[in-house]
């Protein structure tokens, strides 16, 4: 007998680094020296601060560079990196340097942004908690999946890709465990990236709508 699904949630705690800056050199110099948390906030946790919102730069790096220096290149540059494919974050790391490298030839690196435009760069602490929800059905899931939280979505179907060695998230792994195998290899193919969390659920959701 299949095990029932669990859902689960996180709380994160934004911590400033205390390391900002307002030129295109000071902000390659950071993301070079940057831990490797300060990445995976400001390239991988977008989504959560824009739950409901399509938005053209899916990452911090890539909104700074479009709003904040008006470089429309550079942004889209950044916006094009794989975050969540790209499962190694030093690897990311040099991409992401490479990219702002390229954008000095086409602007000034000193060229200071407008004052109260810096980046401010952070990290965050997570802590993963048990919402007490779960599901033995099909039928149980979607409805689960409907009304709990958007941050307990990012968890199930954007992290666990991240966590799960095979790149797997929660939903598609159940479903495989349940039998029902159709929509789970449509959910790992589902590129949920793009979507903002609530697109992201309202996607998942039409998935297993005509499941039986």
Known sequence: ??????????????CPTGVSA??????????????????HHHLRETALRF???SFDYPNDFALWAA???ESRALAERLASLDAFHARDL??????VLDVIELGFGEEDPHRTVPRGQEFHFSSSVVVRFDLGIEA????????RLA???GTSIYSHLYEARLLNPAGEDDVSRWLELAGHEAPAARLRDLDIYLLPLEGCRRVVLELLEDQP
């Open 136 to 143: 033995r059905t099909l039928e149980q899931l979607r409805a």
């Open 1 to 14: 007998m299949t095990p029932p699904f669990r859902f689960f949630d996180s709380a994160r705690l934004n």
């Open 67 to 69: 709003n904040a220096l």
């Open 90 to 95: 030093e690897a990311l790391r040099l991409r």
């Open 22 to 39: 307002s030129t295109l050199r000071e902000f390659r110099d950071a993301v070079e020296a940057a831990d490797s948390g300060v990445l």
């Open 147 to 149: 009304e709990v939280p």
């Open 51 to 53: 739950a409901f919102t």
